[in-house]
T-cell receptor
Framework: GAVVSQHPSRVICKSGTSVKIECRSL??????MFWYRQFPKKSLMLMAT?????????EQGVEKDKFLINHASLTLSTLTVTSAHPEDSSFYIC??????????FGPGTRLTVT | EDKVVQSPLSLVVHEGDTVTLNCSYE??????LLWYKQEKKAPTFLFML????IEKKSGRLSSILDKKELFSILNITATQTGDSAIYLC??????????FGKGTLLTVNP
């Protein structure tokens, strides 16, 4: 199957700082990328949908000024958690999709805010 | 609001058993239904189903979709301890958004 990478896989940051997470599609061009958040023992919750070259569409309840998403190319999307707080600690997962094909998920990034 | 309900929420079996996982859904503008397996990291893709009644098979895993009754099943035959994971069902709408169920936690004991 298609390969999606995320970097970093794990990050610990101090409260008030910003953290950037990268999502790359390695062997295909992703027309659409998605960002999810997963709490322990819970299912994935969609945060936003991002199409290359246009602004991301955020789900209800997700603060767009706090979770900045950039999809600058067909193989790269970034999620920046700004002014992180402990309640932002979570597992963040991206997925990438080409046209009508299935979504492939990255390995996830575990963010811990101290 | 799109909705996906999986059952059972958890299941414990012995190696060699056959299991059936269920997924029912309500979605506006259905495009596809997908099954994923999640172990310690992010979900890995298993199947994508778009048409009713056509079984998809990969090794010991198979899945089928019923678009009239709005459900899908995932079968695993001759289970192995390596099948232990959370199995996630998701429906994709026409805008490509996925709505996930809560998952079924499968534990296969030796």
């Amino acid at each position: 199957g298609a390969v999606v990478s995320q970097h970093p896989s794990r990050v610990i940051c101090k409260s008030g700082t910003s953290v950037k997470i990268e999502c790359r599609s390695l062997d295909f061009q992703a027309t659409t990328m998605f960002w999810y958040r997963q709490f322990p023992k819970k299912s994935l919750m969609l945060m936003a949908t991002s199409n290359e070259g246009s602004k991301a569409t955020y789900e209800q309840g997700v603060e767009k000024d706090k979770f900045l998403i950039n999809h600058a190319s067909l193989t790269l999307s970034t999620l920046t958690v700004t002014s992180a707080h402990p309640e932002d600690s979570s597992f963040y997962i991206c997925s990438a999709k080409q046209g009508n094909y299935e979504q492939y998920f990255g390995p996830g990034t575990r963010l811990t805010v101290t | 609001e799109d909705k996906v309900v999986q059952s059972p929420l958890s299941l414990v079996v012995h190696e060699g058993d056959t299991v059936t996982l269920n997924c029912s859904y309500e979605v506006t503008n259905f495009r596809s239904l997908l099954w994923y397996k999640q172990e310690k990291k992010a979900p890995t893709f298993l199947f994508m189903l778009t048409s009713s009644g056509i079984e998809k098979k990969s090794g010991r895993l198979s899945s089928i979709l019923d678009k009239k009754e709005l459900f899908s099943i995932l079968n695993i035959t001759a289970t192995q301890t390596g099948d232990s994971a959370i199995y996630l069902c998701a429906v994709e709408a026409s805008n490509y958004k996925l709505t996930f169920g809560k998952g079924t936690l499968l534990t296969v004991n030796p």
